[in-house]
C-alpha cells in the first residue's frame, strides 16, 4: 500500500526497473553487439575510454580494441551457449581492463572495467580466497552467525572495505545484521534490523541473478547508454547481469544518508533462495578489482553450502532435543494423576520446545500458566480452545492475531497484547489446548548501535535513512510478531502427537476400568446374592432357621454393600469427581485409636499395636474418610503380610508434619514398586491367592483419601518388612495453605 506522506519517487521503489536504467557507472565502458557481430549500442564513453570504435551497425576490424579483446569477443560469438570467461586487455594507451561479457538474449553484453593502479595478480586473491575456505571447512560452526563472522573478517581483509556486514533475511522480508567486521573508529551495525523495502522485490531478484554487486563512488555521474533502447527490441537494454550497471537514485540517497561512498555486495543463496548477503562498505569512493569480486564470489559460494550444512545439523540437533523433550514431557504425563497436574509439572518443557513468549494449557476450560508469564487471562484463552473447537482446527499458527482471528479478543501480554499465537488442540473426555504466545515485532525488535548519528537527509526526505527506513516499518509491522520457524512448528506437531498418545492411552484405561469394573461388580456381587438365595430356599424348605437365614442374608448384604461402596468411590475418583470430603478439627490421636480397636475386633486373630505420642495435636480431616483409609492400609498388611508378627501403627509429630507409619512383616518382598502397587487394575488385582474375596482397590483407594487430604501417601519395602507412611501437614500449615 503506497504511504501518501512519501515522495512519488520513494513510495515507488519496489516497481522501479533498476535492471534497465540504460546507465552504467563511469569506470568502464559497456559495448552491445547483435548475434551477427555488429556493435548496436555503446556507453557515451566508450570511444574515450577505449579508442576508435566501428560505427553503429558496423562490426570490429583490426582497427579496434587490441587482439586479445578481439578474440575474446569473437570466441563468445561462436560459444552462445558456453559460460564466459573475463580476460585482461589493455588498450591503445597502455592502460589494463577487465573484459567481462555475457549474452542477454540475442545481444552480447561486453564491459570494458577499469583495474584499479598496483592491483596484485589475480593468483594472489585465488590463493587467500582458497586458505579462506580451507579454514571455514576446518571448522564446524556453533551456529551461522560464527561461521559469518569469520568469513566477513577474511573478506575485508582480502577487499580492504572499510565494513564487511554478514546480513540474514529473516520470514518476513526484513533482514538482519549478524555478523560484522569494521574499521575501529565507525560504529557498530550488528544485531540492527533493517526493513524488507530497505532491499525491494526487484534488487533481490537481481542479487540472485548476479551474486556480487558493486558502487565505486555514489558521488559519480552514471553514463548514458545509446541509443538508450535496443534497435531489435525496440525496449531498454537488460542490464540484469551488467557488472557496470548504474545505481538506482532512490539507493544512492539511502548510502548518502548512511554515509557510505561505495559499496559492495556478495549474495548468500541457500537451496535456490536468496538467503543472505555480505554488504560492505566504504567511506570514500573505492574499487575492488574484478579479481578480488571473483575471489569473494568463490568464498561467499562456498560459505553458501556451509550455511545449508550448518543449518541442516542445527535443526537436526534441534529436532532431536526436541525428541527428548517429548519424550521427557510424555513421562510426566503418563505418571501424572491427571492431565492439568501432569501439564504444570512438564511446563518448563513445553515453554523449551518454541521460541516464546509466554505459554499456557487450557484443560477442560481450566487454564494453566505453563512459563514465561503467570498472569492467567482464563476467558481470552478460553475463547481460543473453544474457537479451535468449533472450527475443528487441531494447529493454529499466526504471526498476526489481528489479521487472522479478528473475531478473538487479543490476549494481555507484558507489553500490552500477544501478537503471535501458536496452538495445538487435542479432544477427548478433557480437551487439551497449548497455547505459545508472542509479543509484537517491534517489541522484541533489537535496534543496536546509534542511528541517531546518521540521519542526514536527502531530497527525498527522512524515509531514505536507516532510522527513517525503521520508523515507517514499524507502521507495518505493528499487531504482527516475529514468523514461527519450521522448527517450532515440527516442535508444536512432536507435542500435539504425545498429547494424542497420551489421551488414546487415558481413554484406553477408561475403558478398561469401566470393564473391570463391570466385571468385578458382576463376579462380586453374584455370590452374596447366590448365598441369599439359598437362604430363603432352605428356609422355604424348612431346612433352616428364620434366625439362620437371617444372619446369611445379613452377612451377604453386608458384602454386597461393601462392593458397591468400593464400585462408586473408584468411579468417582476415576471420573474426578472426588471423594466428597467433609473436613474438620478432629483429635488425631482419637480417630488413630478408634479405628485401631475396630480392626482389632473384626479380626482378633491378628495382633496391631498403635503408638501414638500425646503431641500429634488435631487435624483438620474427613474423620470417616481418613479411618477408612487407615483400615484399608491396615487390611492390605494383614492380607499380604505375615500375621504371625504383629501389624505396628506409630504416629507422632515431626515439626510441621505429622507422621502415620503402618508397618508389618512380609511374607515376600513384592517384585514391583509401591506406586505400581497403588493401580487399581494392576495385574492379579482380582483373584489375588492372598486376598481372594478382595478387589484389589484398597490401596488405590486409601491413596485418593489421602491425596485428598493434601497429605502424601508412600511405601517402602526391605528384604523383611514394609512400612507405609503418611504425611499430613499439622493444623495450623493447613490453615494456613
Given at each position: ?5 512519501l515522495?512519488e ?6 516497481q ?9 557507472q563511469?569506470?568502464g ?6 548475434r ?5 549500442a555503446?556507453?557515451?564513453?566508450a570511444?574515450?575510454?577505449?579508442g ?9 576490424s ?5 587482439r586479445?579483446a ?9 560459444a552462445?551457449?558456453?559460460?564466459l570467461?573475463?580476460?585482461e586487455?589493455m588498450?591503445?594507451?597502455g592502460e589494463r581492463f577487465?573484459?567481462v561479457?555475457h549474452w542477454?538474449g540475442?545481444?552480447l553484453v561486453?564491459?570494458?572495467?577499469q583495474v584499479?593502479?598496483?592491483?596484485p ?6 590463493m ?13 560452526y556453533?551456529?551461522?552467525a560464527?561461521?559469518l563472522?569469520e ?8 577487499t580492504g572495505?572499510?565494513r564487511?556486514?554478514g546480513y540474514?533475511?529473516?520470514?518476513d522480508?526484513s533482514?538482519?545484521?549478524?555478523a560484522?567486521a569494521h574499521r ?5 551495525y550488528?544485531h540492527?534490523r533493517y526493513p524488507?523495502?530497505d532491499i525491494p522485490?526487484?534488487a533481490?531478484?537481481?542479487?540472485l541473478?548476479?551474486?556480487i554487486?558493486q ?11 545509446v541509443?538508450s533502447?535496443n ?11 551488467s557488472v557496470?550497471r548504474s545505481?538506482s ?6 548510502l548518502?544518508?548512511m554515509?557510505v561512498?561505495?559499496s559492495?555486495s556478495?549474495s ?10 555480505f554488504a ?5 569512493p573505492?574499487r575492488?578489482s ?13 560459505v553458501s553450502?556451509?550455511v545449508?550444512q550448518?543449518?541442516a545439523?542445527?535443526s537436526?540437533?534441534?529436532?532431536h532435543r526436541?525428541?527428548?523433550s ?14 492439568g497436574s501432569?501439564?504444570?509439572?512438564a511446563?518448563?518443557a513445553?515453554?523449551?520446545?518454541v521460541d516464546?513468549d509466554?505459554a499456557?494449557a487450557v484443560?477442560d ?8 508469564s503467570r498472569?492467567?487471562h482464563r ?5 481460543l480452545a473453544?474457537h479451535?473447537?468449533?472450527?475443528r482446527t487441531d494447529?493454529l499458527?499466526?504471526?498476526s492475531w489481528?489479521?487472522?482471528i ?8 507484558t507489553?500490552?497484547?500477544a ?5 495445538v488442540?487435542?479432544g ?9 504466545l508472542r509479543d509484537?515485532l517491534v ?6 548501535g546509534?542511528?541517531e548519528?546518521?540521519?542526514a537527509?536527502g531530497?527525498n526526505?527522512?524515509r ?13 509491522v505493528t499487531g504482527?510478531s ?5 522448527a517450532?512448528q515440527r516442535a508444536?506437531r512432536?507435542l500435539?502427537?504425545?498429547?494424542q ?15 473391570t469394573?463391570?466385571a468385578t461388580l458382576?463376579h ?13 430356599l ?6 433352616a ?7 446369611r442374608?445379613e ?5 454386597m454393600q461393601?462392593?458397591?461402596n468400593?464400585i462408586?468411590?473408584?468411579?468417582r475418583?476415576?471420573s474426578?469427581l472426588?471423594l466428597?470430603l467433609?473436613?474438620q ?9 478408634s479405628t ?7 479380626h482378633?486373630g491378628?495382633t ?5 505420642t500425646?503431641d500429634?495435636?488435631d ?5 470417616d ?5 487407615l483400615?484399608?492400609?491396615i ?6 503380610g505375615?500375621?504371625s508378627?504383629?501389624?505396628e501403627?506409630k504416629?507422632?509429630?515431626e515439626?510441621s508434619?505429622?507422621v502415620?507409619?503402618i508397618?508389618?512383616r512380609l511374607?515376600?518382598?513384592p ?14 488385582s482380582l483373584d489375588n ?5 478382595g478387589l484389589g482397590?484398597?490401596l488405590y483407594?486409601a491413596n485418593?483419601?489421602?491425596?485428598g487430604?493434601?497429605?502424601?501417601l508412600d511405601g517402602y519395602f ?5 512400612r507405609v507412611?503418611?504425611r499430613l501437614?499439622?493444623l495450623?500449615?493447613q490453615?494456613a495453605?
Amino acid at each position: 500500500m503506497k504511504n501518501p506522506t512519501l515522495p512519488e519517487n520513494v513510495a515507488n521503489c519496489d516497481q522501479e526497473p533498476i535492471h534497465a536504467l540504460g546507465l552504467v557507472q563511469p569506470h568502464g565502458a559497456l559495448l552491445c553487439f547483435d548475434r551477427n557481430g555488429a556493435l548496436i549500442a555503446r556507453s557515451e564513453n566508450a570511444a574515450t575510454l577505449l579508442g576508435p570504435l566501428p560505427a553503429l551497425r558496423d562490426a570490429l576490424s583490426e582497427d579496434h580494441l587490441d587482439r586479445c579483446a578481439r578474440l575474446a569477443i569473437g570466441k563468445a560469438m561462436l560459444a552462445r551457449n558456453e559460460s564466459l570467461e573475463s580476460v585482461e586487455c589493455m588498450t591503445q594507451s597502455g592502460e589494463r581492463f577487465d573484459l567481462v561479457m555475457h549474452w542477454s538474449g540475442d545481444t552480447l553484453v561486453v564491459e570494458f572495467e577499469q583495474v584499479p593502479p598496483d592491483t596484485p595478480g589475480a593468483s594472489q586473491f585465488a590463493m587467500y580466497s582458497q586458505r579462506a575456505i580451507q579454514r571455514l571447512q576446518a571448522r564446524q560452526y556453533a551456529n551461522v552467525a560464527d561461521l559469518l563472522q569469520e568469513t566477513a573478517e577474511a573478506i575485508r581483509t582480502m577487499t580492504g572495505f572499510d565494513r564487511v556486514m554478514g546480513y540474514r533475511f529473516l520470514g518476513d522480508g526484513s533482514g538482519e545484521v549478524i555478523a560484522e567486521a569494521h574499521r575501529d573508529d565507525l560504529p557498530p551495525y550488528l544485531h540492527q534490523r533493517y526493513p524488507a523495502s530497505d532491499i525491494p522485490a526487484q534488487a533481490r531478484r537481481l542479487y540472485l541473478l548476479n551474486p556480487i554487486r558493486q558502487i565505486a563512488s555514489v558521488a559519480c555521474k552514471p553514463v548514458a547508454i545509446v541509443p538508450s533502447l535496443n534497435p531489435e527490441t525496440q525496449a531498454p537494454f537488460d542490464l540484469s547481469h551488467s557488472v557496470l550497471r548504474s545505481v538506482s537514485p532512490v539507493h544512492i540517497e539511502y548510502l548518502k544518508n548512511m554515509g557510505v561512498c561505495a559499496s559492495m555486495s556478495v549474495s548468500i543463496i541457500v537451496e535456490g533462495k536468496l538467503w543472505g548477503l555480505f554488504a560492505c562498505h566504504h567511506m570514500s569512493p573505492y574499487r575492488a578489482s574484478h579479481a578480488v569480486r571473483l575471489s569473494c564470489t568463490v568464498l561467499t559460494q562456498v560459505v553458501s553450502i556451509l550455511v545449508s550444512q550448518t543449518e541442516a545439523r542445527l535443526s537436526l540437533s534441534h529436532d532431536h532435543r526436541t525428541h527428548e523433550s517429548a519424550q521427557r514431557i510424555m513421562s510426566e504425563l503418563a505418571h501424572a494423576d491427571d492431565f492439568g497436574s501432569g501439564l504444570v509439572r512438564a511446563g518448563p518443557a513445553i515453554v523449551g520446545l518454541v521460541d516464546c513468549d509466554a505459554a499456557f494449557a487450557v484443560v477442560d476450560h481450566e487454564v494453566l500458566p505453563l512459563g514465561g508469564s503467570r498472569l492467567v487471562h482464563r476467558t481470552e484463552l478460553c475463547a481460543l480452545a473453544t474457537h479451535m473447537i468449533d472450527t475443528r482446527t487441531d494447529t493454529l499458527v499466526t504471526d498476526s492475531w489481528q489479521r487472522d482471528i479478528p473475531a478473538l479478543a487479543p490476549i494481555p501480554s507484558t507489553s500490552g497484547t500477544a501478537a503471535g499465537c501458536m496452538a495445538v488442540h487435542v479432544g477427548g473426555e478433557a480437551p487439551v489446548t497449548i497455547v505459545w504466545l508472542r509479543d509484537e515485532l517491534v517489541e522484541t525488535i533489537n535496534w543496536a548501535g546509534p542511528p541517531e548519528k546518521i540521519i542526514a537527509q536527502g531530497p527525498n526526505g527522512p524515509r531514505l535513512t536507516p532510522r527513517g527506513s525503521f520508523e515507517v516499518w514499524k507502521q507495518t509491522v505493528t499487531g504482527s510478531s516475529r514468523e514461527w520457524s519450521d522448527a517450532d512448528q515440527r516442535a508444536a506437531r512432536e507435542l500435539k502427537a504425545v498429547l494424542q498418545d497420551v489421551a488414546l492411552q487415558r481413554m484406553r484405561e477408561a475403558e478398561r476400568a469401566r470393564t473391570t469394573l463391570l466385571a468385578t461388580l458382576g463376579h462380586d456381587l453374584r455370590n452374596p446374592l447366590q448365598a441369599i438365595n439359598m437362604a430363603m430356599l432352605l428356609m422355604g424348605r424348612g431346612l433352616a432357621t428364620s434366625t439362620d437365614t437371617a444372619k446369611r442374608v445379613e452377612g451377604s448384604t453386608r458384602r454386597m454393600q461393601s462392593l458397591i461402596n468400593y464400585i462408586l468411590d473408584v468411579s468417582r475418583i476415576r471420573s474426578g469427581l472426588g471423594l466428597g470430603l467433609s473436613r474438620q478439627v478432629v483429635g488425631l490421636k482419637d480417630v488413630i485409636e478408634s479405628t485401631v480397636e475396630q480392626n482389632r475386633l473384626a479380626h482378633p486373630g491378628v495382633t496391631i499395636r498403635a503408638h501414638v505420642t500425646d503431641d500429634i495435636g488435631d487435624a483438620y480431616i474427613d474423620e470417616d474418610r481418613f479411618g477408612q483409609a487407615l483400615t484399608n492400609l491396615i487390611s492390605n498388611a494383614r492380607q499380604h503380610g505375615d500375621i504371625s508378627h504383629p501389624i505396628e501403627l506409630k504416629a507422632r509429630a515431626e515439626g510441621s508434619i505429622q507422621v502415620v507409619e503402618i508397618s508389618n512383616r512380609l511374607r515376600e518382598r513384592p517384585g514391583t514398586s509401591f506406586q505400581r502397587l497403588l493401580d487399581p487394575f494392576k495385574s492379579g488385582s482380582l483373584d489375588n491367592t492372598n486376598n481372594r474375596g478382595g478387589l484389589g482397590l484398597g490401596l488405590y483407594i486409601a491413596n485418593a483419601i489421602i491425596k485428598g487430604h493434601d497429605a502424601q501417601l508412600d511405601g517402602y519395602f526391605d528384604a523383611t518388612h514394609a512400612r507405609v507412611v503418611i504425611r499430613l501437614a499439622r493444623l495450623a500449615e493447613q490453615r494456613a495453605a
